[in-house]
């Protein structure tokens, strides 16, 4: 069953693949295995000895970072093995705020479930990025777009053009999870755990769902918040009955004003 992978080549044809590092998982003491994602593909490559604090390759296995490969092609069938690298660029800034770097790690972890495609890859790399900038509110958009990217994959996104219920299009008045989808006041229904939306989260919501990429600016006046987004994310677990342990842990953290205490007792 096991199919031969086919691995990536540069324009010259050399054995180099550049992509997002996902995740580094130990592997026998001081190796590493990478999960490393292109626009179109999610390669694991074996990297010998990369968690020895003397490896030349250490830098490679940073979160948050877009690096380039050379790696062996010959090892392995479906793993590339590890020969040397560059980091181009190390959005670090990722890693100092607990609750972003959370928020990374469910959007990595969803990735390498359910797989990437160009978008998903590039708003990826834009949350990375503009966390970098210090633009918390337009990397949570780009968050987003992970989520509700990751939701048309699974065929469990949100029906954002009518009450689900009586398929009218006037007076919506929130969010129906169990439903699917928009609800007019007439059907809005608390009983089963309908959510009120404001007009703004609504328009949100429905942009998310609709807008092509190169009309995001669209979006970009709206504020977007950890709770917004941890909306979405719960309905991803609903729906695709996908438990999110990093997702519990994420909302551990946000009354963190109120509950500093709990925080640090949960950061450890
Ligand atoms: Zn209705």
Sequence with gaps: MAQQMQFPVSKEGEPKVEGLVLSVMDYEERNGILHLATPDQIYSVYARGIL??????????????????????????????????????????????????????????????????????????????????GNSNLALLHACRVVTGILKKTGTIMDVDEC???????????????????????????????????????????????????QLEVLYSFSWDLPFL????????????HHLKSLDFLKTLLPAKKAALSKEKVAK
């Design 230 to 241: 941890v909306f979405l994310l719960d309905w991803l677990v609903y729906h695709n009955d």
């Design 52 to 133: 020895q604090p003397t490896s030349k390759n250490k830098r490679l296995a940073m979160p948050f970072s877009r690096v380039t490969l050379n790696y062996d092609p010959k090892y392995s069938h479906n793993m590339m093995y590890l020969i040397n690298g560059s980091v181009d660029q190390n959005y670090w800034k990722v890693g100092e705020s607990l609750e972003m770097q959370t928020v990374s790690s469910i959007l990595a972890a969803l990735i390498e479930s359910y797989g990437i495609d160009p978008e998903l890859y590039q708003d990826l790399e834009a949350f990375w990025s503009l966390l970098q900038q």
């Design 164 to 214: 689900v219920v009586c398929r009218k299009k006037t007076r919506i008045a929130g969010v129906s999870v169990e439903n699917g989808g928009f609800v007019c006041l007439e059907h809005f229904d608390p009983q089963i755990g309908d959510l009120l939306f404001s007009k703004d989260d609504l328009l949100k919501l429905r942009g998310l769902v609709k807008i092509k990429p190169d």
